[in-house]
């Protein structure tokens, strides 16, 4: 009889069939099949059990799975070696029990032959702490999300969310906005001087720091320079080998591809799916690279050899090191040492014999990942770097050099930026006078700390904890589709519903956006996959804080609500009340005081720091063309649209292409814009419309489905899922 080999992936199915032979049968899940309800909390709060539903859509997946399972001879569970692939797993036994049916657990961490047998060869049982540690991460996420969300909605308005680590993530953000709001802008200045085409900086005064702030300070060093002496007080050459950067985990590749590629934390993993899945090549699928929600850095001996083998063979010895490079493990992790680094499965399969079966965004993002997995193999670059001090008085300027004398990694892979400057210190023996050819300053001004990026997030993320491998993607994601966050080109600025929403949730539960109190969280969930710790014994002293917050929370309540309305002295034009500032949907209006009975409500401007109704909107520039009067943009319920400034007397108005800073997915060239049809409804469309027809009700992500690979990714609801009827795709 046949065994059953049970996937989480469609697209998996076709490459793992071709390796196993006829005697097995593989099918897939198309991600998790049970999960908490939506309508409800789902959990007991007396035994903090979750209370798990089918998935909507999954009952004829779960009954194809039974029917299956009931000629074989076993079960093979081989869903992705992760907690959420462990958790799959225990569901879908759980839907087997009662069969005379083993069921077994593989670990597919690369779908090529090697990869596949090796697993099906040392088949385990499921790992309950990491299905454990998957449940409580579960649990704690809807606590936070179901328990603190709707007391932001009595404050502000329903629909707002709190998260266990969205709510850290966007704190970070809303922190950082607010240094570069309040950040105040110094002038400062740097000397320099030039001898035979060399610069020089200043960069100590009496053994300090150089920090010129002062005009006259400057005015003062600048003559004392320029009638003083230029002595040679250092001249050194050192060697330094310049080494390569380890193979890539998550967090590091999507830094890198957002860096290098502009690709977004989502699409980084999306494409990254694909490659570890599978590639329709000439000799069949074949899975490019190894799983890619990983934190480790360790490299199979295998591997190693594979890559020695061809570094020797494509790029000659003196390239590779006498013993292969190895990199210490992230600190403080014990879990996700069980995956290898980010690598190509073959390194046959080079980027140049893969491109043209692929498109252009998934054949960037495995160069990056073979040149990077390649390069790490491989000799440090050599570098000669030469330093001159020059002494004037109580000034000491400095002057750098650099030339490569070894190329080594870099043959392959490079980063950052190291300009070559030629410094021929025998020219400048020790006590020589130099005479400048210019002295000179620059003035400068401080500038305030950047804005977050994808790739600076993620790695702030990391580096305190926050957030693991496989949700770094989500979180962002999450914050700009809350309108906590916004884009703005490849800024993320907070906004000032993000920036309220942080105010509240420092005030009312500070723990829940305290960065130690997630990492530590986060610590606990490691620490139940590893065997260290009780799961129900984590979540029960979690439910016990979390309820006496919301019983603090309760007392104050009435008077945050009435805090956060703020009045003004305007008067309702229709019932003579006044107007009260109240948050909605699209953030910030006039409502009057008098609501429901009164539903009066207009925009308003900010203008000598008071409040006043905005009739009028921004100017556009353009002229109306039924009256002539001033055309202004202005926000309505179903986002902009431009008016005539002589309303009601003229009651012209037109559409604005509301753009989503999403490229069309199907003709890559227009920009996905929000349209509104005669009867109000939304919809989504390509700017370029007649040229492409592109239309959708749901919003398109901008990215391919990856299970089918003709469909687009779209929203709905929560879930992200493809647009095909007849695909199943759909994840979180």
Not at 5 to 31: F, L, R
Not at 251 to 277: D, I, P, V
Not at 369 to 384: D, G, L, N
Not at 579 to 593: D, E, H, I
Request: hydrophobic share 35%.
């Amino acid at each position: 009889m046949k065994s059953l080999i049970i996937v989480e992936s469609p697209t998996k199915v076709k490459t793992i069939k071709k390796i196993v032979g006829k005697n097995y049968d593989v099918t897939a899940t198309v991600g998790h099949v049970i999960d908490l309800p939506k309508s409800k909390l789902g959990i007991d709060e007396e035994t903090l059990e979750p209370q798990y539903v089918t998935i909507k859509g999954k009952g004829p997946i779960i009954k194809e799975i039974i029917s299956k399972a009931a000629s074989k001879e076993r079960v093979i569970i081989a869903t992705d070696p992760d907690r959420e692939g462990e958790a799959i797993a225990w569901h879908v036994k759980s839907k087997l029990e009662g069969r005379d049916i083993i069921v077994q657990r593989a670990r597919f961490n690369e779908i090529t032959d090697t990869g596949i047998l090796q697993a099906l060869e040392e088949l385990t049982d499921i790992d309950m702490d990491m299905v454990y540690s998957q449940q409580t991460r579960r649990i704690l996420d809807r606590l936070v999300g179901y328990k603190i969300s709707p007391v932001l909605w009595r404050i502000l308005y329903k629909g707002l969310s709190a998260g266990r680590v969205q709510s850290a993530a966007l704190r970070l953000v809303v922190e950082r906005e607010k240094e570069i709001r309040g950040f105040r802008v110094e002038t400062y200045w740097e000397i320099f001087c030039i001898f035979e085409g060399i610069k020089a900086k200043l960069i100590k005064i009496d053994g300090k720091k150089a920090d010129i702030r002062d005009k006259a300070l400057l005015e003062e060093l600048l003559s004392e320079i320029r009638q003083g002496e230029f002595t040679v007080v250092k001249a050194e050459e050192k060697e330094s080998p310049r080494r390569p950067l380890p193979p890539f985990r998550t967090s590091t590749l999507q830094q890198e591809a957002y860096n290098r590629l502009g690709f977004s934390a989502r699409k980084t993993m999306t494409l990254a799916q694909r490659l570890y899945e599978g590639i329709p090549l000439p000799s069949g699928n074949a899975g490019l690279i190894t799983y890619m929600r990983t934190d480790s850095l360790r490299v199979s001996g295998e591997a190693l050899n594979m890559a020695r083998a061809f570094i020797q063979d494509k790029y000659g010895a003196n390239y590779c090191p006498e013993k292969p490079n190895f990199y210490g493990k992230k600190k403080g992790n014990k879990i996700q040492d069980a995956h290898e680094a980010i690598r190509p499965t073959l390194l046959s399969l080079t980027p140049d014999e893969v491109q043209g079966h692929m498109e252009k965004d998934l054949y960037r993002l495995y160069r990056l990942i073979w040149t990077r997995f390649v390069a790490s193999q491989m000799m440090p670059a050599r570098y000669i770097n030469s330093v001159l001090h020059l002494e004037n008085g109580r000034t000491l300027f400095e002057a750098t050099g650099s030339r490569r004398t070894f190329e080594g990694f870099e043959k392959v892979y490079t980063f950052g930026q190291r300009d070559e400057v030629e410094l021929d210190l025998s020219r400048y023996p020790l006590g020589s006078v130099v005479n400048p050819d210019k002295v000179f300053s620059e003035e400068k001004e401080t500038s305030p700390p950047p804005y977050y990026t994808d790739a600076t997030l993620v790695k702030k993320l990391e580096s305190m904890g926050i957030g693991r491998p496989s949700t770094y993607a989500s979180i962002i994601s999450v914050l700009i589709s809350r309108r906590y966050v916004e884009r703005d080109s490849k800024k993320l600025k907070a906004t000032d519903l993000g920036i309220t929403v942080t105010d509240y949730l420092v005030k009312l539960f500070p723990k829940i956006v305290d960065y130690a109190f997630t990492s530590h969280m986060e610590e606990d969930l490691d620490r139940i996959e590893s065997g260290e710790a009780e799961h129900k014994a984590i979540l029960e002293e979690f439910h016990r804080e979390l309820t006496a917050w919301l019983k603090e929370v309760e007392k104050i309540l009435p008077a945050l609500k009435e805090e956060n309305v703020e009045e003004t002295s305007l008067v309702c034009e229709k019932c003579g009340k006044p107007m009260v500032v109240k948050w909605g949907r699209n953030g910030k209006f006039l409502a009057c005081s008098g609501y429901p009975e009164c539903k009066n409500t207009m925009n308003f401007r900010m203008e000598n720091g008071e409040i006043v109704p905005d009739t009028t909107g921004d100017l556009t520039g353009e002229k109306c063309p039924q009256c002539g009067g001033d055309l202004v943009m202005k926000q309505g319920r179903y986002g902009k649209f431009i008016a005539c400034s002589n309303y009601p007397e003229c009651r012209y108005t037109k559409k604005v292409e509301n753009k989503t800073g999403i490229t069309c997915p199907v003709c890559g060239k227009g920009d996905v814009v929000v349209k509104r049809t005669r009867k109000g409804r939304l919809f989504y469309g390509c700017s370029r419309y007649p040229d492409c027809e592109f239309v959708s009700w749901n919003k398109p992500t901008g990215e391919r489905c990856p299970q089918c690979e003709k469909g687009i990714l779209v929203e709905k609801g929560k879930k992200v899922a493809c647009s095909e009827k007849d695909c199943t795709y759909e994840e979180s």
